[in-house]
């Protein structure tokens, strides 16, 4: 055990994932077709990713639809295995699919549905208990534990597809939960939710991973979710790593201008022409938006006062969405580095 | 009338194209919908040949197998998939509604876009029929008289009455009663044995036959075949004829009752 | 850690019990659906005392006489039952999820992923024709002229066991096939004709039609045997002619049950390495 606790909770060394597709046709005339000769299309989910991730952190895995991000955690979760690269979770390689290992982490999707459709929820819970083997006490504890953490006490006799979409979620969350995992993957769990009940979510799953100190691996679309959740944010796109650290850095990476709001005196006449500073944004008269090089930023700002008459100034990083979503379209183009 | 030519137009045009995207499919399963036909053969041979005349009740293997594969021609006019079930779910989740605010006789509209639909089907079926039957000619004594070949092609039209009004009727059952799907499955079953679609109800002792000629189910199945293959007189065929004609405007009254009685119970509840 | 093996038992139990719970929130389904399974089972009855009342047998000298062959019904009705009630929807829910790639949660799971798919439900209300089965077997051996020796009785279970799991075998690889296949209801529809062939006695099958299917439908796709082995083991004089083919049919079985675990792995393996 003592080497285990050295060794990262996950680990990952180039992993990647090409898989081919062909063109469908419908008929059992296409299928015979089909059997002969087909054309296939090479797709790239996953290339080449490395990374590192301690026991009891919450990453989140962000970037576009059809990044690559649930094809990672589903290679991370031994449903599918790798074209290339090797990764071991909790000391194990998840495509090997032992047993020891499946019985320690837990994989939620927000798209799809893994309780029994008629039934009232507690009963897919039993069925998770005997799967999962867990003891009966540990069952009793972990489950009324769960159940009022997330406050779904009334719901466990409805049947699940009574349940809104936010409750629904909820019992995925516990049946995922019940037998303890140390490691769980989400996989957009707050899709389609609405403002409160992705509240409610994020709040149970801080709560619960602090308490824990399990390690999570997150994707969503809603900045949201990340902000209040994760220290660490991965940023995927294309099926390449584009950026690894923390939330805050990612401006100062990619972020790589400022803006700057001038205040003119009211009731000036002429704007002066600000272009030859930087990029005028937007201009609101008697205010003026001008996005500078970070590097420039003092240099501009001196020039300025010292030829114009300011009123007030005021210098900002962009927003997060902004940068992020400009890092997701030059990684869309590989002709381009998006660090550059 | 143009307005009503023209919707018909459309509804047959877009259920011509439906089928033509599936076109190599469709002939393909309609072919393998007569993959039974070879176990009653064979059944019905060695059954035949158990015994010491090569007949039963004056049916020969010969007619036997014409009388199945004639069986296929009369479902094809007489069955209707998803009728029952397509109204019933209308009125389950409230589709229904549309239908009741938009000016158009819902009855009407089914009935145009089933025909449409078997319209286009029989166009498509000619070819899987026309090799199947080809297959087995030898089975058939050729084709009967014009008078007989009329009487036949009434009698489909009957067997397409009847099928079509009496699962419709079943259909605006569930305004009262939901489940009613759930019970269509034992009705198919039923007809599947009172129709004649199990076996020729030749084989049915006398006393229970000639009870039958007064349910409408005989009429979407047997009563066809018989008529094509000449098991009854002329005289006999035509009483069929009437008898078969009163069932379809039986259910073509009690279709017309119960979604007339239906709405109102509907937009009494204000559903 | 614990290494012992994961209590399938109770979990096939409360799979049954979830399984019924579901049906009894559907109870006029649950009724519709047993009613019209024994409806369809009663029609059969009549049908075939219809043909007695032409006939002695089925065919010339085959011995399928009135109640040998109605015993040859309830073998028929008891596995197509228990093929019902166990395998059918859920391989039918295997081939769904394959097409969908829907298999992701089943592949997570710490128990064999065979398992778990062959038990994801149980359709309690297709186990009515069991009953019924049983109940025609009880009547025709009663009324029959020859009682079959204790041995028969003994072996008749364990010919059923074969029978289904030939049945299974071949199911289990049809869904696994979808994943090399497109998604077409032809071959579905195929499928379910040919295995109606498994309904009637092997001696219906010659002739220059007849054979072939026999042929075929014993060997390459061995479907004949399901019901026809065990059937002749309980309504027939246990002699040394039924020997070869009742070794044969649990020789099949084995090699059934043991290439379709292959097939199923190998489809998974390519699931896993196809999909994203």
Same mark, same amino acid.
Do not use: H
């Given at each position: 055990m003592d080497c285990l606790k050295t060794m990262p909770t996950i680990e990952v060394n180039n992993l990647t994932k090409t898989y081919r597709v062909y063109q469908k046709k419908e008929g059992l005339m296409q299928a015979i077709r089909g059997l002969g000769k087909r054309e296939y299309k090479q797709v790239q989910a996953v290339r080449g990713i490395n990374m590192q991730v301690e026991q009891g952190e919450f990453v989140a895995f962000l970037g576009p639809n059809g990044a690559g991000k649930t094809?990672?955690?589903?290679?991370?979760?031994?449903?599918?295995?790798?074209?290339?690269?090797?990764?071991?979770?909790l000391g194990h390689v998840p495509w090997q699919r032992e047993d020891n290992y499946r019985r320690r982490f837990a994989l939620v999707m927000g798209q799809k549905n893994q309780l029994w459709w008629d039934l009232p929820a507690q009963e897919s819970f039993r069925l998770h208990q005997k799967i999962y083997r867990v003891p009966e006490e540990q069952f009793d504890a972990t489950h009324d534990e769960l159940v009022d953490l997330l406050g779904v006490r009334k719901l466990l006799g409805q049947p699940v597809r009574e349940l809104s979409l936010g409750e629904r979620m909820k019992m995925e969350l516990i049946a995922a939960l019940l037998h303890s995992p140390d490691v769980l993957f989400l996989d957009e769990p707050t899709i389609g939710l609405d403002v409160v009940a992705q509240h409610n979510i994020q709040k149970f799953l801080k709560h619960y991973q602090q308490e824990r100190k399990i390690t999570i691996l997150l994707t969503s679309h809603y900045m949201k979710d990340i902000t209040a959740l994760c220290q660490r944010v991965v940023i995927i796109a294309n099926g390449q790593m584009h950026y690894d650290g923390s939330l805050s850095g990612i401006i100062d990476e990619f972020g790589g201008h400022k803006n700057l709001t001038l205040q003119f005196p009211e009731g000036i006449e002429n704007l002066p022409d600000l272009a030859m500073y930087g990029k005028v944004l937007e201009v609101q008269t008697p205010r003026v938006k001008l996005q500078v090089q970070r590097s420039e930023v003092g240099q501009v700002l001196a020039s300025i006062l010292s030829v114009h008459p300011v009123d007030d100034i005021s210098v900002e990083d962009p927003p997060l969405e902004e940068v992020i979503a400009n890092v997701f379209s030059t990684a869309t183009d590989p002709g381009e580095d998006a660090s550059a | 009338m143009t307005g009503r030519l023209t919707l018909w137009w459309m509804i047959f045009r877009i259920s011509l194209s439906e089928r033509l995207v599936y076109r190599g499919d469709f002939i393909l399963s309609t072919l393998i919908r007569f993959m039974p036909i070879i176990t009653q053969v064979l059944l019905w041979t060695a059954v035949i040949g158990a015994g010491e005349s090569d007949n039963i009740k004056g049916m020969d293997i010969g007619d036997i197998v014409a009388y199945y594969l004639l069986v296929t021609v009369a479902r094809a006019f007489s069955s209707m998939p998803g009728l029952t079930h397509g109204i019933a779910g209308e009125i389950r989740d409230g589709q229904i509604k549309k239908y009741l605010i938009q000016p158009i006789d819902l009855i009407g509209f089914l009935l145009a876009k089933r025909i449409a639909h078997k319209l286009v089907y029989y166009m498509m079926a000619t070819i899987p029929f026309g090799i199947v039957f080809f297959l087995f000619r030898d089975y058939f004594d050729g084709w009967p008289p014009m008078h007989v070949m009329l009487a036949y092609i009434a009698s489909l039209g009957l067997a397409f009455c009847i099928g079509f009004f009496l699962e419709a009727t079943f259909g605006f059952i569930a305004f009262w009663w939901l489940e009613v799907t759930s019970l269509m499955f034992m009705y198919m079953l039923m007809n599947f044995f009172f129709s004649g679609h199990m076996f020729p109800l030749d084989f049915l002792p006398d006393w229970l036959r000639n009870g039958f000629d007064c349910l409408p189910f005989q009429y979407m199945a047997y009563f066809p075949c018989a008529v094509f293959l000449e098991r009854m007189t002329w005289e006999q065929t035509i009483n069929g004829l009437w008898i078969g004609f009163a069932w379809a405007v039986f259910f073509f009254i009690t279709t017309q009752l119960s979604f007339r009685f239906g709405v109102r119970r509907y937009s009494g509840f204000g559903g | 850690m614990s290494t012992s093996k994961a209590p399938y038992m109770s979990i096939l139990a409360t799979v049954a019990r979830n399984s019924l719970i579901r049906e009894m929130t559907f109870r006029v389904n649950f009724i519709a659906h047993s009613l019209s399974v024994m409806c369809w089972t009663s029609l059969q009855i009549i049908f075939y005392n219809l043909i007695f009342q032409f006939r002695?047998?089925?065919?010339?000298?085959?011995?399928?006489?009135?109640?040998?062959?109605?015993? %040859?019904?309830?073998?028929?009705?008891?596995?197509?039952?228990?093929?019902?009630?166990? %395998?059918?929807?859920?391989?039918?829910?295997?081939?769904?999820?394959?097409?969908?790639?829907?298999?992701?949660?089943?592949?997570?799971?710490?128990?064999?992923?065979?398992?778990?798919? !062959?038990? !994801?439900?149980?359709?309690?209300?297709?186990?009515?024709?069991?009953?019924?089965?049983?109940?025609?077997?009880?009547?025709?051996?009663?009324?029959?002229?020859?009682?079959?020796?204790?041995?028969?009785?003994?072996l008749f279970p364990l010919y059923v066991i074969a029978g289904v799991s030939i049945y299974y075998s071949c199911m289990l690889m049809m869904s696994c096939v979808s994943i090399w296949m497109t998604r077409n209801q032809s071959l579905d529809q195929l499928w379910f004709y040919v295995t109606t062939f498994s309904r009637y006695p092997l001696e219906i099958y010659k002739g220059s039609l007849g054979l072939p299917i026999r042929w075929i439908f014993t060997t390459a796709i061995p479907i004949l045997l399901v019901a026809n082995v065990p059937a002749r083991v309980l309504a027939k004089p246990l002699t040394a002619d039924q020997f070869p083919l009742a070794i044969y049919s649990l020789v099949i079985a084995c090699i059934g049950l043991y290439v379709s675990r292959k097939l199923f792995l190998a489809s998974l393996n390519r699931y896993r390495s196809a999909s994203s």
């Open positions: 094809t990672t955690l589903k290679l991370l979760s031994g449903v599918i295995t790798p074209t290339d690269g090797t990764a071991t979770v | - | 002695d047998s089925i065919g010339k000298d085959t011995g399928w006489t009135k109640f040998p062959f109605f015993v %040859f019904l309830g073998t028929v009705m008891i596995i197509n039952s228990l093929m019902q009630t166990f %395998f059918i929807p859920n391989m039918r829910e295997f081939s769904e999820m394959i097409r969908q790639g829907n298999l992701d949660f089943v592949l997570l799971k710490p128990i064999d992923t065979q398992f778990l798919v !062959t038990f !994801t439900r149980i359709d309690w209300s297709s186990l009515a024709n069991l009953i019924l089965g049983i109940c025609v077997i009880a009547y025709s051996l009663w009324q029959m002229a020859f009682t079959p020796q204790i041995v028969q009785f003994m």
